[in-house]
C-alpha cells in the first residue's frame, strides 16, 4: 500500500511531465495525447524502479516552486549573453580572449552546487569545467564573463533560491 507522501510524489511527477510534455509537443490529436500519457507514464513508472523519487524529503515540490523566479532572471540572462556572444563572433574587433578562472559558490546543498554549476554552463560563453567543494572552474569566452560572475549576481540568486526553503 502506498504511504500518502509517496502517493502525491508519484503524482506530482506524473503531472509535472504530462504538463510538460503538452507545453513542449504542442499537438493535441487523440493519438499525440495518448501516445504522450504512455509516455509520461513510462518515464513514471522507470523513476519509481530506479528509485529516483525523494519520499523523504517532502520540500521537493516546494524547493521547485522557490526557484522559478531565479528560472525567470536566468532566462533573461542567457538572452543577453547570447546577445554578446553573437556579436563577438559577427564583429571581429570585439576581443575574444579566453579565461579560466575559479570562482567560489556560497551555496551549502549538493543541489544548489549544481544549479549553480549548470546555471554558469547555460550562459552563452561560459562553461562550468569541474565542481570541487565550495570552487567552481570556469572557462570564459571573454573578460565580460569573467567579470559577469565577479558580481556574484548568478551566485546570490542561487543562494536565495535554495535558503528560501530551509
Same mark, same amino acid.
Given at each position: 500500500?502506498?504511504?500518502?507522501?509517496?502517493? #502525491?510524489?508519484?503524482?506530482?511527477?506524473?503531472?509535472?511531465?504530462?504538463?510538460?510534455?503538452?507545453?513542449?509537443?504542442?499537438? #493535441?490529436?487523440?493519438?499525440?495525447?495518448?501516445?504522450?500519457?504512455?509516455?509520461?507514464?513510462?518515464?513514471?513508472?522507470?523513476?519509481?524502479?530506479?528509485?529516483?523519487?525523494? #519520499?523523504?524529503?517532502?520540500?521537493?515540490?516546494?524547493?521547485?516552486?522557490?526557484?522559478?523566479? #531565479?528560472?525567470?532572471?536566468?532566462?533573461?540572462?542567457?538572452?543577453?549573453?547570447?546577445?554578446?556572444?553573437?556579436?563577438?563572433?559577427?564583429?571581429?574587433?570585439?576581443?575574444?580572449?579566453?579565461?579560466?578562472?575559479?570562482?567560489?559558490?556560497?551555496?551549502?546543498?549538493?543541489?544548489?552546487?549544481?544549479?549553480?554549476?549548470?546555471?554558469?554552463?547555460?550562459?552563452?560563453?561560459?562553461?562550468?569545467?569541474?565542481?570541487?567543494?565550495?570552487?567552481?572552474?570556469?572557462?570564459?569566452?571573454?573578460?565580460?564573463?569573467?567579470?559577469?560572475?565577479?558580481?556574484?549576481?548568478?551566485?546570490?540568486?542561487?543562494?536565495?533560491?535554495?535558503?528560501?526553503?530551509?
Amino acid at each position: 500500500m502506498l504511504d500518502r507522501n509517496k502517493f #502525491y510524489h508519484i503524482a506530482s511527477l506524473f503531472v509535472s511531465l504530462a504538463i510538460l510534455w503538452l507545453l513542449l509537443s504542442g499537438h #493535441y490529436t487523440a493519438l499525440l495525447l495518448s501516445l504522450g500519457c504512455l509516455s509520461v507514464l513510462f518515464v513514471t513508472l522507470i523513476s519509481l524502479r530506479m528509485n529516483l523519487l525523494p #519520499y523523504n524529503q517532502p520540500e521537493t515540490f516546494f524547493r521547485f516552486i522557490k526557484y522559478i523566479p #531565479y528560472g525567470f532572471w536566468l532566462v533573461i540572462e542567457i538572452l543577453k549573453s547570447n546577445i554578446d556572444v553573437c556579436k563577438r563572433i559577427l564583429n571581429p574587433r570585439l576581443p575574444i580572449s579566453p579565461r579560466w578562472v575559479t570562482i567560489k559558490s556560497s551555496q551549502f546543498s549538493e543541489f544548489g552546487k549544481i544549479v549553480y554549476a549548470n546555471s554558469i554552463t547555460l550562459t552563452p560563453g561560459t562553461i562550468s569545467i569541474d565542481v570541487d567543494d565550495d570552487n567552481i572552474d570556469v572557462h570564459a569566452l571573454a573578460e565580460s564573463g569573467v567579470e559577469g560572475l565577479a558580481t556574484g549576481e548568478m551566485d546570490k540568486r542561487v543562494s536565495q533560491a535554495e535558503q528560501a526553503y530551509v
